[in-house]
């Protein structure tokens, strides 16, 4: 046998080894996460109930679209909360919404407080100086971090804290269940969601010694007030894009507790229109996902062509190399249909999708490292922020 082929056999093995390896890992682990509705119990609280158990801030920039339906579904949450709903130069009419949702008379156990902001100091992301200006402002012993687009069920909160309180977390997660409304918004979400089990272990996450396994989400970062300070808060990466990732990163490297759970339609939002709005919304992420280091990123396109894209070639091969890729491809769909089972519900037919849609992540990596490059910045709304001044605060975030 010629080496060539020899080497191309075992590569194709290696591949489908990867694949076998990653997918039943997850398929096993997956089912340990919590998940929120497996609970019926009340929230266990050892503070009066006439005071706000937990401080929502909710940071807005131009989201006169869904602000009164997020403030409106945070506003009939079954347990005492303040709501700091912060205005963040917005040129809509986001900031008359919420004065004018303020000037109402709250429900039993709830206050909702505005804040306006009319100019950003040097040296901030507007997102992360908004949430920094309300948490000094916040009262209650524990903060949510959340977007002015996220949907509560009622019982979210009640939820949440009472599981947090319950399994004695300093941090807790909630997956947000995305709302969508076309085949292209399905077809990236299913491999969005699919993907990321490759290179993250979300199971891992309560695990005290997986240092490397953190987590943060901008829809839902429920974090204990003292916590948050003692880590310095928002201050501590004020010009950090993905100030999500870092807080959670920030509180699991200092050996809080911290954990993620589900809870299917518990939070819902809307992230974007269609198939090219996510990859749109991606140009700002995907880069500093990175650190804005272009090596990292054409490594992690190449090594993201060779896994997903060989299974599919295999299949014009030899059938020695034929049969590695049916292996792997079995995986992706046992890898589709877990992910589905646990995060967003789409059909597992969508993994004929599979290979346009690693096509459009590819593009969308490489279109976010070549508009930041091109403009030496980005733009996230309306606010220009520098490339050299996002390196240089660009932290680790594993």
Request: aromatic share 10%.
């Amino acid at each position: 046998m010629p080496w060539f082929s020899l080497f191309t056999i075992i590569f194709a093995w290696l591949v489908a080894l990867v694949w076998t390896q990653r997918v039943l890992s997850a398929a096993r682990n997956l089912p340990h996460i919590p998940n929120l509705l497996d609970s019926s119990d009340p929230p266990v609280s050892s503070f009066d109930s006439s005071t706000a158990l937990v401080s929502v801030i909710v940071p807005a920039r131009n989201e006169s679209i869904a602000i009164e339906a997020t403030l409106r579904s945070l506003l009939a949450q079954t347990i005492p909360i303040e709501i700091i709903a912060v205005d963040d130069r917005s040129t809509d009419a986001t900031g008359d919404l919420m004065d004018r949702l303020a000037a109402e008379d709250p429900p039993t156990g709830k206050c909702l407080r505005v804040i306006h902001i009319e100019t950003l100091p040097a040296g901030w992301m507007g997102k992360n100086h908004a949430m920094a200006l309300a948490a000094h402002q916040a009262t209650a012993p524990w903060l949510l971090f959340t977007d002015g687009d996220v949907l509560f069920r009622p019982d979210t909160l009640g939820r949440a804290l009472g599981y947090a309180q319950r399994a004695a977390v300093d941090h807790l997660v909630l997956l947000p269940t995305l709302i969508l409304k076309t085949s292209g918004e399905r077809m990236l979400s299913a491999v969005f969601q699919s993907l990321s089990l490759l290179t993250w272990r979300p199971w891992k996450i309560a695990d005290p010694k997986a240092r490397r396994e953190s987590i943060g989400m901008g829809a839902f970062n429920l974090v204990r007030s003292e916590v948050y300070r003692s880590i310095g808060g928002f201050e501590g990466a004020p010009l950090e894009v993905l100030e999500d990732l870092r807080l959670g990163y920030a509180i699991k490297r200092r050996g809080y507790r911290q954990h993620l759970v589900l809870g299917g339609g518990l939070i819902q939002l809307y992230w974007a229109a269609g198939a090219f709005g996510m990859l749109h919304n991606l140009t700002k992420n995907i880069f500093a996902t990175f650190r804005f280091r272009l090596s990292l990123l054409l490594a992690a396109c190449l090594g993201l062509l060779i896994f997903c894209l060989t299974p599919l070639a295999a299949l014009f091969a030899p059938w020695p190399v034929r049969s590695a890729g049916l292996v792997s491809l079995a995986m992706i769909v046992l890898l589709y249909a877990t992910a589905s089972r646990y995060y967003n519900r789409i059909p597992v037919a969508y993994v004929f999708t599979f290979p346009v849609a690693v096509l459009l992540v590819l593009y969308a990596m490489l279109r976010s490292m070549m508009v930041t490059l091109i403009r030496q910045g980005i733009v996230w709304r309306g606010t220009f922020y520098r490339l050299s001044e996002l390196r240089h605060h660009a932290g680790p975030l594993r």
